[in-house]
C-alpha cells in the first residue's frame, strides 16, 4: 500500500498539482469549496426529511417537520448549478486579479446561465388534465443535472467581460463619480455584449429539436447509450459512463438513468412477482443492483471515503469534512463528497471514483452467479434508506453482510489515493 501510495505521489501527484494549478481547475476547485456551506445545509435538511426509519418518519410527517425540513433541500440543493455559476465566475474573476470586479461578473454569469434553462413546465391535474404553463421557469436544469452548463459558463461569462475590461472598452466615469457607481458603469458594455451572446445562442436551439442547450447536451451523451441491452457487460459500461461524466461535472447518473430503467427496471418487476409469490427470483441482475452493490454511498460509492475522512484524516479539511457528511452518505446523499472533496474535475480521486463502483459490482456479480449471494428480490426503496438496512431489505442478511464487505473495499482502494490527498491539504494548510 506504502508503494502504490508512492508512486501515485512520484508520478501522479506533479500531475495532478500542474492540472489543478491552472487557472480554469483552480476556479472550479474554489467555486465549489466556496459554496459548501450550502451544499451541506441541503444534505442535512434533505437527510432529516427522508431518513427511512419507521417511528422517526411517523414523527416528521405527524407534527409537520418533514415539510419544514423539505422546503431547505428545494432552494440548496435543487438549485445548485445556479449558486455555482456564481461560485465559479467569482472565483475566476478574483484568480485573474481582478477583485472589484467578481462582484459584477458573477450575477451577470448568473444571468446568462439562467437564459440557457428551457421556460415553460406542465403538470398532470388530478383529473388527468395536462396543464402547460409557458411562461414558468424548468427547475429541472437547476439543480445538479445544470452543473456542466454552470462550469462552462462561469469561466466563459468572465473570460469574455475581462476581456472588456483589459482592453478599456468599457464606459469610463469621472473620478468624482463613486467607485461603486463608476464600476457599475463599466460593467454595461461587457454586459450588453455577454447578454446578445447567451441570447444567440438560446435562439439557435430554439431551432433545434432539443428545443435548449442543456437538452442537447444530455440528448447528445445519451445517444451512445441506445444500444444498451441486458447483460452484465451493459451494466459495467452505465457504471463506467455515470463515473466519467460526474469526474466531468456532468450528472453522469441523470444520463445513464434512462436506460437503466428501460432495460433492467422490469427485470426487478419480474423478480418482485417471483419474490411475492415464493417462486424462484429469475433475474440476477435488475435495476436494484445499482443501489445496493454499486452506488453504495451514492454515485462512487463514497462511504468508505467518508470514513477515510472523517477517521484517518490528518488535515483539518478532510477530517471536518468527513464527520459532517458521513451521516448523509451512509443514507446515500453524496453531494457533500462530490463537490466538498472535491470528487468533480480532481485528477487525485479520479481513478478510485471511476473504478470501486466497477469492482463492487463485478465481485457482487460473481457471488451472485456461484450462488454464495441470493438473487435480489426487486423491492423499491426509498431515497434515505441507509445502507446494510438497503441491503438487509433487498437481499436479506448475506446482501447486508456483503454492504459490508463493500465498504471496506471502498477503504482499501481509496486509502493511498486519499493518502496523497490529505497530505497535500495538510501542507495547505501549514
Known amino acids: 500500500m506504502n508503494k502504490l501510495q508512492e508512486t501515485i505521489e512520484k508520478y501522479g501527484l506533479p ?51 418533514k415539510t419544514v425540513f423539505s422546503y431547505a433541500g428545494s432552494f440548496t440543493t435543487d438549485l445548485l448549478a445556479l449558486f455555482t455559476v456564481y461560485a465559479i465566475a467569482y472565483q475566476f474573476t478574483i484568480g485573474r486579479g481582478y477583485q472589484k470586479d467578481a462582484a459584477f461578473v458573477a450575477p451577470i454569469s448568473m444571468v446568462m446561465f439562467l437564459i440557457l434553462i428551457p421556460m415553460g413546465v406542465s403538470k398532470t391535474t388530478e383529473a388527468g388534465e395536462v396543464v402547460n404553463i409557458g411562461a414558468a421557469l424548468s427547475t429541472g436544469f437547476l439543480g445538479s443535472k445544470g452543473i456542466f452548463t454552470a462550469i462552462l459558463v462561469g469561466i466563459i461569462s468572465p473570460t469574455i467581460y475581462l476581456f472588456f475590461i483589459e482592453r478599456k472598452i468599457v464606459i469610463k466615469m469621472p473620478d468624482s463619480v463613486p467607485p461603486t457607481v463608476a464600476k457599475s458603469f463599466s460593467a454595461l ?18 431551432f433545434t429539436s432539443f428545443g435548449d442547450f442543456n437538452s442537447w447536451l444530455y ?108 451521516p448523509s452518505v451512509i443514507c446515500n446523499i453524496n453531494e457533500p463528497v462530490i463537490f466538498g472533496a472535491p470528487i468533480v474535475l480532481n485528477p487525485v480521486f479520479f481513478i478510485p471514483f471511476l473504478f470501486v463502483p466497477i469492482v463492487s459490482f463485478i465481485l457482487s456479480y460473481v457471488l451472485q452467479l456461484t450462488g454464495i449471494l441470493p438473487y435480489l428480490s426487486g423491492v423499491a426503496l426509498p431515497l ?36 496523497v490527498a490529505d497530505k497535500q491539504a495538510l501542507l495547505e494548510e501549514s
Open 15 to 65: 500531475i495532478a498539482d500542474k492540472i489543478q494549478g491552472n487557472r480554469y481547475i483552480s476556479a472550479i476547485t474554489n467555486g465549489f469549496s466556496m459554496i459548501l456551506p450550502i451544499i451541506m445545509m441541503g444534505a442535512i435538511f434533505t437527510l432529516l426529511s427522508s431518513l427511512q426509519i419507521g417511528p422517526y418518519q411517523d414523527f416528521v410527517s405527524a407534527t409537520g417537520l
Open 189 to 206: 458594455i461587457p454586459g450588453f455584449v455577454l447578454l446578445f451572446i447567451f441570447s444567440l445562442i438560446r435562439y439557435g436551439f430554439s
Open 219 to 326: 440528448a447528445l451523451l445519451e445517444k451512445p447509450l441506445a444500444a444498451i441491452t441486458n447483460s452484465p457487460v451493459s451494466f459495467i459500461i452505465l457504471i463506467f459512463v455515470c463515473q466519467l461524466l460526474w469526474s466531468l461535472g456532468i450528472h453522469g447518473y441523470m444520463v445513464i438513468r434512462p436506460f437503466l430503467q428501460m432495460v433492467y427496471l422490469p427485470l426487478a418487476v419480474d423478480n418482485l412477482a417471483a419474490y411475492a409469490a415464493g417462486e424462484t427470483i429469475p433475474n440476477i441482475i435488475c435495476y436494484y443492483n445499482w443501489a445496493t452493490f454499486v452506488a453504495v454511498g451514492g454515485c462512487g460509492g463514497l462511504v468508505g471515503l467518508a470514513i477515510l475522512m472523517a477517521f484517518c484524516s490528518k488535515s483539518q479539511r478532510y477530517k471536518t469534512l468527513g464527520k459532517i457528511s458521513l
Open 384 to 419: 434515505g434508506t441507509p445502507v446494510l438496512l438497503y441491503g438487509w431489505l433487498e437481499g436479506g442478511f448475506a446482501v447486508l453482510v456483503m454492504q459490508v464487505v463493500i465498504i471496506l473495499l471502498q477503504v482499501i482502494m481509496y486509502y493511498p489515493f486519499f493518502k
